[in-house]
């Protein structure tokens, strides 16, 4: 292992690339210490700890949220952006003709993205102050100053503009996605500061049983990430036949569904914060009843059964639109390929189908488990919250990602030991 990373920073475009990536995550990290001015960081700071439930989205917004940083909204406009332009390939028939074309695909689906991002920051710029200013009676930021409430909203959209700027550049520079590695960054830097509660606390039985617990669970991500059902196509345009394999993922969807599942399952909780200080009482025992049974702080079993089905739902809807079937089929075809067994065309589209569906129903259901996991212990804990060094949702994210870097990362290495020949 040793060696394999000494042959890695003894290659000189690799090194330079991890050099690079290193500067823009330290970049990401200056932006997200850096408040807007107006804002009374003490306060909002009391106010977030204060929160469970606040806490938790400040922590899902990758921390910005605890100073009200200039980069606030984090990349969520931008994932938003994206889920909706994938929503419309099924909705808007031009769109998905562009597929056909993947160059320009690529380019219009960036393009329409990014502008959709522009004005999606700036309308949830405005909901973040809006409930922040309801759960400190209104004292964040005077929302009767428009000037001041228009540059506010202004700021934290530019901050969202250069972040995507900025993981866009990341992914230019870098092998991977950039992204993926700010999530990852942002992940690992909570890390330290866990183990040393566990080590202040005293508390190191339990800490060596979080341990071993976290090594098994990366241990399983692992194989679960990795595997895949690789189905058999051979191919004829060469005048003899050639046997290949097309491999599909059982973790097709990646966490796209956790995102989606987290983001709809926190909503009642987002409506009790902004119902608060309604005087219907009706409404206020309407959404305390909702909080009672869906709320992440306090978790019922029906919170959790609703979660579980929430990712394997959303699951097979993501993968039911990024997985083109037809495409595939139509692509084998053309190149003279055919599935044994299997007649070319509309038959070997719906076997595509028959096995994603098969594999998505385990990698779904997988992804669902590992999400409410912590939730589960907690029931079991009798209310004590014990979770993983790294939760589970996060360490499929860190997982992946390390995966995807090792085998990018040997792929240039390859390419510069055969480059060495020439």
Do not use: C
Request: proline share 3%.
């Amino acid at each position: 292992m040793i060696k394999s990373l000494k042959s890695v920073f003894w290659n000189k475009s690799i090194r330079k690339k991890i050099i690079a990536t290193l500067l823009l995550v330290l970049v990401y990290k200056v932006l997200s210490v850096i408040p807007v001015y107006w804002v009374d960081t003490t306060k909002l700071a009391a106010i977030i700890e204060a929160n469970k439930w606040l806490s938790f989205f400040s922590a899902l917004m990758g921390g910005g949220l605890s100073n009200f940083s200039i980069i606030l909204m984090w990349l969520s406009p931008y994932i938003n952006a994206l889920i909706i332009i994938q929503l419309l390939w099924v909705i808007v028939p031009k769109i998905w003709d562009l597929q056909k074309e993947w160059e320009q695909w690529q380019k219009k689906i960036t393009k329409m993205t990014r502008w959709l991002t522009l004005p999606l920051a700036f309308v949830q710029s405005y909901g973040m102050i809006v409930l922040l200013n309801t759960l400190a009676w209104g004292t964040i930021i005077d929302l009767s100053d428009t000037k001041t409430v228009l540059m506010a909203m202004t700021i934290v959209t530019a901050g969202t503009v250069f972040l995507m700027w900025l993981w866009e550049l990341m992914t230019e520079v870098w092998i991977g996605n950039g992204i993926s590695v700010i999530i990852t960054a942002w992940v690992l830097a909570w890390v330290p500061s866990v183990i040393m509660s566990h080590i202040s606390a005293w508390s190191y039985p339990l800490f060596a049983w979080l341990l071993i617990g976290t090594l098994a669970v990366i241990y399983v991500i692992i194989k679960f990430t990795e595997w895949n059902r690789r189905i058999p196509v051979i191919y004829t345009r060469t005048g003899r036949e050639e046997k290949s394999y097309f491999p599909i993922r059982i973790n097709q969807a990646w966490m796209i569904p956790i995102i989606f599942a987290v983001s709809l399952i926190t909503f009642p909780s987002i409506i009790w914060q902004l119902m608060l200080g309604s005087s219907s009482q009706k409404m206020v025992d309407l959404w305390n009843f909702l909080v009672a049974h869906f709320s992440m702080t306090n978790p019922s079993w029906a919170f959790i059964l609703a979660y579980f089905l929430l990712v394997v739902w959303f699951s097979f809807f993501y993968v039911s639109i990024t997985f083109n079937t037809e495409n595939i089929a139509e692509s084998i075809q053309k190149r003279g390929g055919y599935i044994p067994w299997i007649r070319p065309g509309s038959e070997t589209s719906a076997y595509l189908s028959k096995v994603s569906w098969h594999l998505n129903l385990f990698g779904g259901s997988f992804l669902a488990l590992i999400a409410v996991l912590p939730y589960i212990m907690w029931k079991f804990m009798w209310g004590q919250s014990i979770d993983f060094i790294v939760s589970g949702a996060w360490l499929i994210i860190i997982v992946s990602v390390i995966l995807d870097i090792v085998r990018k990362v040997d792929a240039e290495m390859k390419m510069y030991d055969y480059s060495k020949f020439n």
